[in-house]
T-cell receptor, first 111, second 110 residues
């Protein structure tokens, strides 16, 4: 039974570019959440998707957007990349009210 | 923004010793969870304690929760080198949105 898978594992982009990160949830999970983790910090909540709708959003600008597909997989899009967007982006899946299962993340470097 | 603080920020101990890390948070919660993160990888859920519980055990882990002080502690007994990792507390106000603390980096020396 595969857990949460994220792609790509590493990515290097230039300021101003756009990036799309992908996540496949653990089998049976219907909720996908995205977190940003800066070096040496705890993960910060970006947003959560359930039934293909954004259910909750953290304190992130509109440059951060997402999507959930009918098979529950999800994408995180970031436009107009800034140097400060460099971080580990974590996807987590769950059932409502249950603990999160995390993927190993995508390390994004913006130069 | 982070929900709260964890202390210590870093902890170094010998194998066999106990490790205690503390977490403070700011708002009312439905439950509090502890996660472990090995370097540069995803987080692994360790234990969940609900707001109406005061103590919970799971194997070598013991978690306490004091909602009046808005604080929790995680005790790892008889630590092993494999316990070396960062440990995060995370609070859930009942919305399935987890707010993580700043983390404690634990180093266990053989």
């Amino acid at each position: 039974d595969a857990g949460v898978t994220q792609s790509p594992t590493h990515l290097i982009k230039t300021r101003g570019q756009q990036v799309t990160l992908r996540c496949s949830p653990k089998s049976g999970h219907d909720t996908v959440s995205w977190y940003q983790q800066a070096l040496g910090q705890g993960p910060q909540f970006i947003f959560q998707y359930y039934e293909e709708e954004e259910r909750q959003r953290g304190n992130f600008p509109d440059r951060f957007s997402g999507h959930q597909f009918p098979n529950y997989s999800s994408e995180l899009n970031v436009n107009a990349l800034l140097l400060g967007d460099s971080a580990l982006y974590l996807c987590a899946s769950s059932l409502t009210g249950a603990p999160l299962h995390f993927g190993n993340g995508t390390r994004l470097t913006v130069t | 923004s982070q929900q709260g603080e964890e202390d210590p920020q870093a902890l170094s101990i010998q194998e066999g010793e106990n490790a205690t890390m503390n977490c403070s948070y700011k708002t009312s919660i439905n439950n509090l969870q502890w996660y472990r993160q090995n370097s540069g990888r995803g987080l692994v859920h360790l234990i969940l304690i609900r707001s109406n519980e005061r103590e919970k055990h799971s194997g070598r882990l013991r978690v306490t929760l004091d909602t009046s002080k808005k604080s929790s502690s995680l005790l790892i007994t008889a630590s092993r080198a494999a316990d070396t990792a960062s440990y995060f507390c995370a609070t859930d106000a009942g919305t399935d949105k987890l707010i993580f603390g700043t983390g404690t980096r634990l180093q266990v020396f053989p």
